[in-house]
């Protein structure tokens, strides 16, 4: 199927898509009101097609790039789940200890663009080490749609513990220097925000489109660094951005923010429509210069 430009698709079908990913209406609940917006031959079957991610397109580097190093370690999380599954990177010739990079995936668990990220970040002479909150449920299982209902049936609280535990291991990683960042994409944005929260030790942390902090109160905990990212036609999220950056500010708390002009919920993540080619690459030279700064 081709794939349409974002400009190409009506605002009101990525806010039922938003609705849909996150788990607030199931397939046919998209169906039913993306209906209305099927016109000249596009069906509402035909536009959830079209959001879909197609791993391949967005891959920018190969699984077996030969410039990496990689490979996966099972974490301890006696407060979580038991233990979570990593997927680790690093630069094959790298020599001496790396500053580490935790990334924190979408609601869908470790999936092939989540790896990718994580490639990209170890390409740019990092140890990056990207937890799977799925593991406890069989991991990612390879469908989103499955994968949607596998990280609704984990214990929320217990999933976040696990990416407590993957933080205080990566902080601590006998490769790493001992200073840790980290980066997340929508849930793993808010899991950005929470490990800002609970690690005073963090040294940076960055979340596109994530969730702040659900207790006003821990905000004046957050001694990190922060750079947040969000995307204008994101409303639910950029709206609650004003008040979040009042609030840092009133703590004292280092932290930038960007709203992307014309951008979505999920405009970096480059395997669907939603993808802001020139946001996406802004954020990201921004979230490497934020990794320069704050961890060499």
């Keep these: 199927m081709e794939r349409l430009k974002a400009s190409e698709i009506p605002q009101e079908i990525f806010n039922i ?124 299982p390879g469908d989103e749609a499955a994968a949607q209902t596998k990280f609704q049936s984990v214990n929320g609280m217990k999933m976040t513990e696990d990416f407590v535990a993957a933080a205080a291991f990566a902080k601590s990683h006998p490769e790493g220097t001992g200073k840790l960042g980290v980066v997340g994409f929508c849930y793993g944005g808010g899991i950005a925000n929470t490990l800002a929260v609970r690690m005073p030790d963090l040294n940076c942390a960055v979340a596109f489109y994530g969730q702040p902090p659900m207790v006003a109160t821990d905000i004046p905990k957050i001694k990190a660094p922060l750079l947040l990212h969000y995307g204008q036609a994101d409303t639910n999220l950029t709206a609650r951005w004003p008040a979040y950056d009042a609030a840092l500010t009133a703590a004292n708390v280092v932290h930038t923010g960007y709203v992307y002009e014309g951008a979505q919920h999920g405009f970096n993540n480059d395997t669907g429509q939603r993808y802001d080619e020139k946001s996406a690459k802004l954020a990201w030279d921004r979230t490497m210069a934020f990794f320069e700064k704050y961890l060499r």
Excluded at 35 to 50: C, D, H, I, N, P
Excluded at 52 to 80: C, E, N
């Design 17 to 140: 898509f938003d609705l849909y990913i996150h788990g607030h209406i199931d397939r046919r609940g998209f169906l039913d009101r993306a209906q209305k917006y099927a016109v000249g031959g596009v069906t509402a079957a035909a536009f959830l097609e079209m959001l879909r991610p197609d791993f391949a397109f967005g891959q920018q580097v190969p699984k077996d790039d030969a410039r990496l190093r990689i490979t996966s370690v099972d974490i301890p999380s006696p407060q979580g789940n038991g233990t979570i599954k990593a997927y680790v990177t690093r630069p094959a010739k790298a020599t001496g200890k790396l500053p580490v990079v935790l990334v924190v995936h979408e609601n869908r668990g470790l999936n092939p663009h989540i790896e990718d990220i994580a490639r990209r970040v170890g390409l740019a002479n990092f140890l990056a080490i990207a937890p799977d909150g799925l593991t406890t449920v069989g991991g990612y």
